[in-house]
């Protein structure tokens, strides 16, 4: 069970958990309940191909909803190598479980230094607090 | 502006009234202004029209559903960065406002979509009498359907606060017909939201009324552009400045136009 309080948030709305798998450092991206909730009425994810490569902040993946095309972004650089193909047909999961089953990729991690920008929980609910208002 | 009250604390936002041009350089246009809005966090109000009858696809629409409306396959396409339906700009004023991330609006895109909508119910409501057959209002039953099953053209879907003109209570038979739809493109908190004001019907798309063939009226994109600027600023606490594209951005534009826009990679790419 994913808590949100132990993962680590971008200013853009991205989560982030970081795991070594393989001898690699694999990091697991979604994308907040906050931003779900902003976005609205989602109707489309375009998922990046695995193997393909990104880089630190910047874009990545893309998702529409009812009014708005909005980019996500990768706080790491590194290498596509998983998606959640469940979630084009499914995207309701990203409102009900953000955090676990609405997992978007998981990227291994060629360039770690985009991860001392990440807000904790705390801060992150402090940057959402401030965004409301 | 001349006789502008408006207290001089509230943010600029640059208004920029451009004449018609053609699909890519309108498009590339309000991409560049996006990332120039993302840079100088001044607001933008833009208002623009097409040289010729343009159809412009939702960023996710494919380019092969054109064959579902086979009335404007003579026209120009251009591929939008904005989601939604395709839309045929013939005969219509098209708006851009762009908000940078510090802005409240920016942060709610329904909020944003209203507020825009509601400004241009009540100016479009101004050019009626009361007891006219159709008035213009905010959609309050969107569509149910499915992606798959949403029309190919925007303005034949239904979205929560699309302009509809609504056939008054009490004429028969009930009818509606959207004459603005518009739609967002968001980087890192910067909003883009452009739309269209149908004025008159396309011969592209004559099953799509305008706010003329409707009302039996005469207005025009100029009308418009004398009102809605202000009342826009107002409704979004923003001091208007009137202002041109810089040789610096028309660079841009050009570049973008032409790389991007104009290139079959990004037309096509669906």
């Given at each position: 069970m994913v808590k949100p309080e132990e993962l680590l948030y971008a200013k853009t709305h991205e989560w982030i958990s970081v795991a070594e798998e393989g001898g690699d450092k694999v990091a697991t991206l979604g994308i907040s309940a906050f931003a779900v909730e902003a976005l609205t009425d989602l109707v489309y994810i375009d998922l990046p191909a695995v193997g393909r490569q990104v880089e630190a902040e910047q874009p990545f993946c893309e998702v529409e909803s009812v009014k708005a095309v909005s980019d996500i972004y990768s706080p790491v650089a590194g290498e596509v190598i998983a998606v959640n193909e469940t979630l084009p047909d499914n995207l309701e999961i990203l409102g009900e479980d953000p955090y676990e089953q609405g997992w978007i990729a998981k990227i291994k991690i060629?360039?770690?230094?985009?991860?001392?920008e990440l807000l904790d929980h705390a801060a992150y609910e402090k940057l959402c607090s401030e965004e409301a208002h | 502006m001349p006789g502008d009250t408006t207290p001089s604390n509230l943010t600029e936002c640059q208004l920029l009234i451009d004449p018609p041009a053609d699909g890519a350089w309108n498009m590339a246009v309000d991409e560049v202004l996006l990332d120039e809005v993302a840079s100088t966090g001044q607001p933008v109000l833009r208002f623009y029209q097409w040289q010729q009858p343009t159809l412009s696809l939702g960023y996710f629409q494919a380019i092969a559903d054109r064959t579902q409306h086979p009335a404007s396959a003579s026209a120009d396409v251009v591929r939008r960065l904005s989601g939604g339906g395709a839309i045929l700009h013939d005969r219509e004023l098209t708006y851009s406002f762009l908000l940078p991330a510090t802005h409240e609006l920016s942060r709610d895109t329904q909020r944003l979509y209203d507020s825009v909508h509601q400004v241009i119910v009540k100016q479009l409501s101004t050019q009626l009498p009361d007891s006219a057959e159709w008035q213009p209002t905010l959609c309050d039953t969107p569509s149910v359907l499915s992606r798959r099953e949403e029309p190919f053209l925007c303005f034949q879907r239904r979205a929560q606060g699309d302009i509809l003109l609504q056939r008054s209570a009490g004429q028969s038979p009930t009818a509606d017909h959207k004459i603005v739809g518009s739609a967002q493109r968001r980087r890192r908190g910067t909003v883009l939201q452009h739309g269209s004001i149908l004025l008159s019907r396309s011969a592209l798309a004559t099953e799509l009324p305008g706010f003329n063939d409707l009302t039996d009226q005469h207005l025009a994109a100029d009308d418009l552009i004398r009102c809605l600027p202000s009342q826009l600023a107002n409704v979004t606490q923003l001091r208007l400045v009137e202002g041109k594209l810089t040789d610096a951005l028309i660079t841009k534009v050009r570049q973008l136009q032409q790389a991007k826009y104009q290139s079959a990679s990004w037309t096509d790419r669906r």
């Open positions: 060629t360039d770690e230094a985009g991860l001392g | -």
